[in-house]
């Protein structure tokens, strides 16, 4: 993992609720970054946008995020999904595929099934590399136009490769095609093609433990079959096929409104917001029932029973993120004696090298930035990951 030094912003605008300065996150650039590394990210609590990696505050936001996960094997689709993805069936794959069997093993409901029914001549669903093309531009454009009412002027084909192409996992050979097998991973859009058409593209990471779901758009005449649902659908059956235990949804917020969709899927588990406090015994990981009727009295909710880590006036003067004591960090307890430089290397780009720096190669002005950079890094990915992390300087 290659970083920039991490920045606390204390106001961000907020896309859920509209505040302008309502949302707090910690967040860095990632210049490389492994499938394998970010898997682990994702389960503290992280997510990138393109290659820009954060980390929302959700003890101090408008509208925390909760990371929140499912287990694909146990999710039993619901008559709404099952509807919605008949009628689509019916629609895309034309008459010839309308008897065939929808009942799997044991006469239950066969999702992988019933999530290719339609495929033929006239519908597909691919995967395809996450590289630029006009034909996904002109959709991403026409999605954000009509589904987001932005403005021509707001969208533009530099934010749609930033935050939909642009992405900080090894490069892939794009002229190979995807297999769907167990060796797939990094960014991959799924596309869907109509008669010829392009009609929809997941946008997902592909890890080891799961399919994580980026964004997802679709062409506004297909709004009536609840694209939303045919997607997460045809993601999950993704994840199954490559045996995935787990499907990410991005974050769930409890108090937005379009965000609580995301509760229906079960069995799902959310990401304990102080997770390197938790007590081994119960786990990063609980059951979404364990949150839920909490999360209608306060939109911040956390089940470890500790008081708030102090950092010290040391760590606070120097770090905003450590004097907001951001949950999810680790703990006071576990930074003490930490000497960073066994941890987070610090390197400068010479033209095609990287080339490692001691910190008296730094200007005395900067050395006790550069130190929180690197102990804030160690505090938010854990002591394993920030071993083999660097971060750039200068
Ligand atoms: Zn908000």
Redesign the pocket.
Known sequence: MKVSPGHYREKSH??????DD??RIYGFLAYELTVKEYQELVDRGLRRSGVFVYKPDLAK???PQYTIRLRVEEFRPGKEHRQGLNRFNRFVGGAGNAHKKKKGKNNEYSLLTAIHEAEGEDFEVRLESSEFSQEKYELFRHYQMHVHNETEDEVSEEQFRRFLCDNPFPRRDSSEPIEKNDGLRGHVHQTYYHKGRLIAIGVLDVLPHCVSSVYFIWQQDYARFGMGKIASMQEIGLALELNKPYYYMGYYIH??PKMKYKAQYRPSYILEPRLAECDEADGWWRPIEDFESKLDESPYVTLVDKPTPDYGDHLKTDSKLFASAMPGLLPPSELQNVDPKDFVTLVVDDEDDEIPINMHLIRPQFRTQVKMAQLELIAIVGKDLAQNARIKVG
């Open positions: 907020c896309g859920y609720c509209g505040g309502s949302s936001s408008c509208c108090s937005c």
